[in-house]
């Protein structure tokens, strides 16, 4: 039997991963898995097959550079897209306003307003400490299916 001890500081950091994996994860439709993840420490798109998958290599990447792709994987279809698109992601970094906290929080309530207006949506937003990233679920449809797409 392997023990490993774990100090309080381990046991917080876990537990905020899990609860930002479950923030994430919440956003997707079914399947949730199989999905690639990277981390920095990686350096490439790694297919995983649960959720436990995702805590083991993110913590083996001190938590850093975590991501996880908006899409499940789906694999041997011939190049046929078998994916909706039913993600919107949109990333607002300072830089592009100058730096200007003032003209990245117009642009983010301009954005949240539109996304409202449009699409009838109250997306999550979370600061990344450069900038917000704004999560939207939407219903989707493979554009393969519709005429004008195919």
């Known amino acids: 039997m392997i023990t490993i001890m774990m100090t309080t500081i381990d046991k917080e950091q876990l537990q905020r991963t899990v609860e930002g994996i479950d923030l994430i994860l919440n956003h997707f439709q079914e399947p949730i898995f199989p999905r690639k993840i990277m981390t920095k420490s990686i350096g490439y798109q790694l297919e995983v097959f649960d959720k436990q998958s995702v805590l083991n ?38 830089k592009d ?40 679920p939407m219903k989707g449809f493979l554009l393969e299916e519709e005429e004008v797409f195919a």
């Open 97 to 136: 306003f100058d730096y200007s906290k003032e003209k990245l929080g117009r642009a983010m309530q301009n954005t949240l307003k539109k996304i409202k207006q449009v699409i009838g949506g109250y997306p999550t937003v979370l600061w990344t400490g450069n900038g917000y990233h704004i999560y939207q």
């Open 57 to 94: 290599y993110f913590k083996s990447s001190n938590y850093t550079d975590c991501r996880i792709n908006a899409y499940p994987s789906y694999t041997n279809y011939h190049e046929i897209n078998r994916v909706a698109p039913t993600f919107i992601m949109i990333d607002l970094d300072l």
